[in-house]
C-alpha cells in the first residue's frame, strides 16, 4: 500500500464556492475511501479541498455557517500554530471567526461528526483504532469557568479521549473515528469499594467513544489498540456489544485467572510458565534517554477466559457475562544492552492465537500504538490547543473541534516518504514548488524523489539533515511547508501567477 501525495495549486485561494464544488470535492472524498479497496489511498495536503472535504457537511444550524466554517478551516490549516488574527489576516474574517466560535449550534461533535463517519466508511480490510487520552491543560491562572482539573490538580483544562484508525498492514493513518471531550471531577472522600461501581466514572469514556464509532461496514474489521487505561470489563463488554476485536495492555497482572487444569493462578505467574513459542527480533523506537534498537523478543501465548470482576458494575451485569473469552501474549527482551530496562508487555487480545505468527501479528500491531502519541503532539504543539485564549470551556471544545481535524491531516506528513520514497517528486509535486523550493535551498539543484522533496522542505522548517539524525518528523515538514507556501503566495502576488 502507498500514499499519494496531492499537493494541489493555490493553496491559499477563498473556498466560499457554490454546490459544484462540494460536489466534486464530496465526489472526490468518496473516491479516496473507495481506493483503499485497490490498496492506493490519497493524502490530500492542500488546504481548501482538505477543509471541505472534512467542514463541507457539518450541521451547525445555518448553511452560512457552514461555509464560514470550510473557510475558518482552511485559513488554519495554512497556519495551524497561529492565534486567530493571525491565521484570518483580516478583521472580518477574525470576527466571523469569534462569533462561529460562540454559536451555541457549533459544537466540537457538530463540527467533528462528518470527519468521524467519512473515516469509518471503510470498504474491507483491517483497521487498528488506537484509542487514547490526552489532557489540555491550559494553566492555573486562567479565569475560565465550567473547566475541570488536570494533572495533580494543579492545572485547569479538559481532556479529550480519541480513537485514531490506522491501517493494520502499514502506519496509514485514516483519521480519527470518533472523540469525546471530558472535564475530570474529584473523587468522593471515603468512598467505599461497594459504592465505586454505582458512580460516573472517567473510565467509563473508553465505552462510549467506543459506541460512537460502532461496528465495522460490511467486510471490514475494527481492532481497537489500547494501553492499561483499557484493561476494564466494562470496555470488553462494549467492544463485544460494537462487535470489535481487541487488543489491550494487561494492567491488572496480579488477577486470579482460571487455567486449563481447573485452578486458578494470577496472571503474572502463569503467562511466563506457558511453553516458549518463538523468538524474533523488534525494532523499537527511541524511548527518553533509550536509542532505538533492535531487540530480539520471545513469545509465549495462551488462551484465557477474563472472569467478571466483584463487585460488578451495573452495566457488566446486564451483559450477562461471567467471563469474557480472550488470549493472552507475552513479549519479553531478552539480551538488553547493559543499563537498558527489557521490555516486556502482556497483551489481551480476542483475535485467536493459534501460533506464533499469529502471536507475532499482535505485537506489531501493539507497536503501532505511540503513534496516538504524536497525534496528541500534533494537536497541543503543532495546533497549539493550550495557548487558545477561550474564556469558556464551550469555547475551547469549539476551537479544539476545529484543530483536531487540522491536527489529524498534519499528523501523515512524516510516513509519506518512507511509503514511497523512490516516486518522482514531479509527478506528485505542482511543477512550481520544485524550483522554488531549490531557489530557498541554495545549492540544492535537483529534487528528484519525494523523499527528496520531504528531506529538503524538513530543512526548511529546520531540520538540520545531519548524518546521523534520522529522518525528519512531521513537525519540521509541516514547518517547511507553512515556508513554502507563504513564499509561493508571495511570488503569485508579485508576478501574478506561480504555481
Known amino acids: 500500500m502507498f500514499l499519494v501525495c496531492r499537493l494541489l495549486r493555490s493553496p491559499f485561494a477563498a473556498t466560499e464556492q457554490g454546490g459544484d464544488a462540494d460536489c466534486c470535492a464530496t465526489t472526490a ?15 490530500v495536503l492542500e488546504v481548501d479541498e482538505g477543509a471541505q472535504q472534512s467542514f463541507g457537511e457539518c450541521e451547525l444550524g445555518d448553511a452560512r455557517r457552514t461555509k464560514r466554517a470550510v473557510k475558518l478551516a482552511a485559513q488554519v490549516a495554512a497556519h495551524p500554530d497561529g492565534s486567530t488574527p493571525t491565521q484570518t ?17 457549533v459544537s466540537f461533535q457538530a463540527r467533528a461528526e462528518p470527519h468521524w463517519r467519512c473515516t469509518r466508511a471503510r470498504h474491507g480490510g483491517t483497521w487498528l483504532l488506537i484509542g487514547d487520552t490526552t489532557e489540555i491543560d491550559c494553566g492555573i491562572h486562567r479565569d475560565v469557568s465550567d473547566w475541570g482539573p488536570t494533572g495533580n490538580g494543579c492545572g485547569w483544562g479538559c481532556h479529550r479521549h480519541s480513537s485514531l484508525m490506522i491501517a493494520a498492514d502499514s502506519d496509514e493513518i485514516v483519521g480519527r473515528a470518533g472523540a469525546e471531550l471530558f472535564h475530570r471531577t474529584p473523587v468522593r472522600k471515603r468512598e467505599t469499594l461497594r ?42 463488554c462494549h467492544r463485544q456489544q460494537q ?7 494487561a494492567a491488572q497482572q496480579p488477577r486470579w485467572v482460571p487455567t486449563a487444569a481447573g485452578r486458578r493462578l494470577p496472571l503474572l505467574d502463569l503467562v511466563p510458565a506457558q511453553p516458549l513459542a518463538g523468538t524474533d527480533e523488534l525494532s523499537l523506537r527511541a524511548r527518553g534517554p533509550q536509542p532505538a534498537r533492535t531487540a530480539t523478543i520471545e513469545v509465549r501465548y495462551a488462551p484465557r477466559p477474563m472472569p467478571r470482576p466483584r463487585p460488578a458494575t451495573p452495566f457488566s451485569k446486564a451483559c450477562g457475562s461471567s467471563a469474557i473469552p480472550m488470549w493472552v501474549v507475552e513479549a519479553r527482551e531478552v539480551g538488553a544492552p547493559a543499563g537498558v ?67 489529524v491531516r498534519l499528523l501523515p506528513l512524516n510516513s509519506i516518504a518512507r511509503t514511497d520514497p523512490d516516486r518522482p517528486a514531479g509527478r506528485v509535486v505542482p511543477a512550481a514548488w520544485l524550483p522554488m523550493l531549490r531557489a530557498l535551498r541554495p545549492g540544492r539543484q535537483a529534487i ?21 539524525d534520522g529522518e525528519p518528523g512531521w513537525l519540521t515538514i509541516w514547518r517547511g511547508l507553512d515556508k513554502l507556501i507563504l513564499c509561493l503566495r508571495g511570488a503569485n502576488a508579485v508576478h501574478g501567477k506561480c504555481g
Not at 29 to 43: D, H, I, K, N, W
Not at 89 to 102: G, I, N, P, Q, V
Not at 243 to 249: E, F, G, K, L, P
Not at 448 to 468: I, K, Q
Open 448 to 468: 528528484p524523489t519525494v523523499a527528496e522533496f520531504f528531506r529538503s522542505l524538513a530543512m526548511l522548517g529546520g531540520f538540520l539533515g545531519r548524518r546521523h
Open 29 to 43: 472524498f468518496r473516491e479516496r475511501a473507495r481506493s483503499t479497496e485497490v490498496g492506493v489511498s490519497t493524502l
Open 243 to 249: 462487535r470489535c476485536d481487541w487488543i489491550v495492555r
Open 89 to 105: 489576516e483580516d478583521w472580518a474574517d477574525c470576527t466571523a471567526a469569534y462569533r462561529l466560535f460562540d454559536a451555541d449550534d
Open 341 to 407: 530496562e527489557p521490555r516486556h508487555w502482556v497483551l489481551l487480545t480476542s483475535e485467536p492465537v493459534p501460533d506464533f505468527d499469529a502471536a507475532w501479528v499482535i505485537i506489531g500491531w501493539s507497536k503501532k500504538r505511540p503513534l496516538v502519541e504524536d497525534d496528541h503532539t500534533c494537536l497541543k504543539t503543532g495546533c497549539r490547543v493550550p495557548e487558545r485564549q477561550s474564556q469558556t470551556s464551550a469555547g475551547l471544545a469549539r476551537v479544539t473541534g476545529l484543530l483536531s481535524i487540522v491536527a
Open 195 to 236: 459504592l465505586k461501581p454505582h458512580r460516573a466514572r472517567e473510565s467509563e469514556v473508553w465505552g462510549r467513544v467506543i459506541d460512537r464509532v460502532g461496528p465495522p461496514p460490511e467486510g471490514a474489521r475494527f481492532s481497537p489498540v489500547f494501553d492499561a487505561g483499557a484493561d476494564n470489563c466494562e470496555v470488553f
